[in-house]
């Protein structure tokens, strides 16, 4: 008899309606792989809400599991690329997608998915991390790769308080680089300067101006969440050679942008994919997140929440309520 465990299932009852609830599953319900995992921490993004919303853009089969993320420990392993008991993150890939995630006790994927848990890391940090931490991550490593360093000048990091923003102001802070950190929210001005921002404005400040061509040089570099004017505002006022990574579209999917900062400025635009990142600069960025990169105080970012816990939490994300990252205990 195929083992069973409690996930959370979202299921479409008819056209554009979903439901979400709390039941049992079988490891007969998950897809094939030959990698199965014992879930003990998982992480709320936003895409996670989306999914569970029944967005066509994250899912479009049901019933479904959501959860981009995972971390626990191999209960089998077809492949022999990995041993019962060895600790693994998963994150990335199709999980939560349209393959069943996070958001239950087993998951059952390629082991090509799976990274070992590094030493430094516990699986529930890996989660407070998760693939906010993982896109944070790559955002500083472009623009590490695209010659932007510590004594260059200020960073910009829009959507500041965010899962990935929040963790981009840490690890650009505990890489050196001088952290001007925007956001809507006066009120985290010292959750930001706590995490390592030097300086913390208003996402009108970023935009001040932006109905012009070209704005002042201010930014070294950029890593912008949010997509949209805010992006393009920060593009019209990066430095001549600077560069800016974007990663997020909540402000909106287009770029309304002229091509006068990449002609006359040298600016370099890199857009940050963490789900197809192939394995080789993944292994490598997980590590640096275990050792060098590790911004230390990663509760401080951190709340926590069982799967009892994550409707609320689905709705709090959805309104932008959130700040910093929500850990999903399935232990608990």
């Known amino acids: 008899m195929a083992e069973t465990f409690t996930a959370l299932l979202v299921e479409k009852s008819e056209p554009k309606t979903f439901t979400r609830r709390l039941t049992t599953r079988s490891l007969d319900d998950l897809p094939e792989g030959d990698l199965v995992v014992r879930v003990a921490y998982s992480s709320l993004n936003f895409k996670d809400a989306l999914s569970a919303t029944g ?74 991390l998760g ?39 840490a690890i650009l802070a505990k890489c050196g680089y001088r952290v001007t950190a925007a956001t809507g929210k006066a009120s985290e001005a010292d959750f930001l300067k706590g ?13 001040e101006g932006a109905e012009k061509p070209m ?11 949010v997509g949209g004017d805010t992006l393009a505002a920060a593009i019209k006022a990066t430095r001549y050679g600077g560069a800016v990574t974007c990663c997020g579209l909540v402000g909106s999917p287009d770029l309304p942008l002229n091509v006068y900062p990449f002609i006359l400025r040298g600016v370099s635009l890199h857009g940050v994919d963490s789900v197809q990142c192939p394995m080789e600069p993944r292994l490598e960025l997980w590590k640096r997140l275990a050792g060098p990169w ?14 009892e816990g994550l409707e609320e939490k689905i709705q709090a994300i959805l309104k932008g309520q959130l700040r910093g990252r929500t850990v999903v205990n399935l232990k608990a």
């Open 55 to 128: 967005h066509p853009g994250v899912t479009r089969k049901f019933p479904h599991t959501p959860g981009i993320d995972a971390a626990g420990t191999v209960v089998s392993c077809d492949s022999g690329a990995f041993a019962p008991g060895d600790e693994v993150i998963v994150t990335g890939f199709d999980l939560g997608m349209e393959t069943d995630g996070g958001f239950g006790g087993l998951i059952r994927i390629p082991s090509a998915w799976a990274v070992r848990l590094p030493d430094g890391l516990s699986l529930r940090e890996s989660m407070i």
């Open 195 to 207: 995490l390592g921002a030097t300086d913390v404005v208003g996402r009108e400040a970023v935009l």
């Open 294 to 307: 590790n911004p230390g105080g990663l509760e401080e970012v951190a709340s926590e929440c069982s799967l």
């Open 215 to 225: 704005m002042r040089e201010r930014w070294a570099g950029v890593v912008d969440c």
């Open 131 to 169: 693939t906010a931490g993982f896109t944070a991550a790559l955002s500083v490593f472009k623009l590490e790769q695209a010659g932007v360093m510590p004594g260059d000048g200020e960073i910009l990091v829009t959507g500041a308080t965010g899962g990935v923003g929040s963790l981009a102001v």
